[in-house]
């Protein structure tokens, strides 16, 4: 839907900014650089107008090598999506975002979603890493502590780029709703394999609770990590 994608566009533009005025403001300099890629082995959380809009910037090979990683993605949140502590498990078990590049570079890079931006830290990138926080012990630990300000949180990471990216990809999900009539949320390898299977775009089209029972089927809706429609 060209508007979604016009509307996907100016939300990211627009995050970009406010963070952009907020780090300028409090003069604070990320650590996140080109090739800098922890944060890409965690879950993230798209809605189907962001799912839409990334696909259709992907190179056919790419595109084909995320709905590879997709299915699979599908089989472990259907397995796992009531687990409390899924999304901790899953980055500790290191699982690449198919979109990370072999030069460690997300290849989508201007059109990342919502969640990925708003994933920033001034700290040392090697505090990202799966497992490092919580493995720190002693005079490390207390290292680690005494650099974190009030700004920060959760953990390291920058407390206000991170809370306006969930409020910016709230109000991208009202959009949504309002054009489409309702969202899909969920992980993004699995969203974007989805999209491309006939039955999921024909549930789509049908409406809510058809996508509510496609996803059901598939066991992929609810749980603490499961998809969400509304
Ligand atoms: S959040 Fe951490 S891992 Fe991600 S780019 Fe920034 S410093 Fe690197
Ligand atoms: S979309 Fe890009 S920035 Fe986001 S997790 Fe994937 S590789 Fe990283």
């Known amino acids: 839907m060209q508007a979604l994608d016009q509307e996907v566009a100016r939300t990211h533009h627009e995050l970009d900014r406010r963070t952009a005025a907020y780090l300028r403001s409090h003069g604070l300099e ?26 259709a910037q992907l190179e056919p090979s790419r595109l084909a090598e995320a709905e590879q990683v997709g299915q699979k993605r599908l089989m472990q949140i259907a397995r796992d999506k009531h687990q409390p502590n899924f999304a901790t498990e899953y980055f500790l078990q290191a699982n ?37 926080v919580l493995r720190l012990r002693g005079k490390n630990k207390s290292q680690y502590q005494a650099q974190l300000k009030p700004y920060h949180g959760p953990e390291h990471y920058l407390e ?6 969930q409020r910016s990809a709230q109000q ?10 309702f969202t899909v949320i969920g992980e993004l390898a699995t969203m974007i394999y989805l999209c491309a299977q006939e039955d999921f775009r024909r549930a789509v089209a049908a409406g809510p609770q058809a996508s509510k029972h496609y996803l059901k089927m598939q066991k992929l809706l609810g749980g603490e990590w499961g998809f969400w429609v509304g």
């Open 172 to 181: 991208l999900w009202e959009k949504e709703q309002e054009v489409r009539g």
């Open 160 to 165: 206000v780029p991170w809370q306006s990216s």
């Open 96 to 132: 690449p975002c198919p979109l990370l590049g072999a030069d460690g570079a997300c290849c989508a890079y201007p059109h990342r979603p919502l969640a990925c931006r708003g994933v920033l830290t001034d700290l040392d990138a090697h505090y990202c890493a799966p497992g490092v």
């Open 30 to 55: 990320p650590s996140c650089r080109k090739g800098c890629h922890f944060c890409c082995y965690a879950m993230v959380v798209i809605s189907l107008a962001e799912a839409e809009y990334l696909r």
